[in-house]
């Protein structure tokens, strides 16, 4: 069983900056990719960011040049990075992981851009 857990979200002035965390914890013996979803208030689950076992990386073309996802393998971890943030950023932001074995998701964590 894998078992991402979030962490970093809160509530800032547009422009400003969040870093959410995710550390994945279980039976992990090789994860394939971790990546961030976000899902705003009355829209549909997104893909924000995404990191693969080989380092490559894909964004959302709304998050490109102010988001940046990146990893701590060593610690099951993965982060991302949020500047210049937006209103339209506000969301539940979720956690994925995928191995051979499983896709796992965590339980969100809030990230909130006040105008």
């Known amino acids: 069983q894998v078992q991402p857990v979030e962490s970093g979200g809160g509530t800032v002035q547009a422009g400003g900056t969040l870093r959410l965390s995710c550390v994945a914890s279980?039976?992990?013996?090789?994860?394939?990719?971790m990546a961030w979803y976000r899902q705003g208030p009355g829209k549909q689950r997104e893909l924000v960011a995404r990191i693969f076992r080989g380092g490559r990386t894909y964004y959302a073309d709304s998050v490109k040049g102010r988001f940046t996802i990146s990893r701590d393998s060593a610690k099951n971890t993965v982060y991302l990075q949020m500047n210049g943030l937006k209103p339209e950023d506000t969301a539940v932001y979720y956690c994925?992981?995928?191995?051979?074995?499983?896709?796992?998701w965590g339980q969100g964590t809030q990230g909130t851009v006040s105008s």
């Open positions: 994925n992981v995928v191995t051979q074995a499983v896709d796992a």
């Open positions: 279980g039976r992990i013996f090789s994860i394939n990719a």
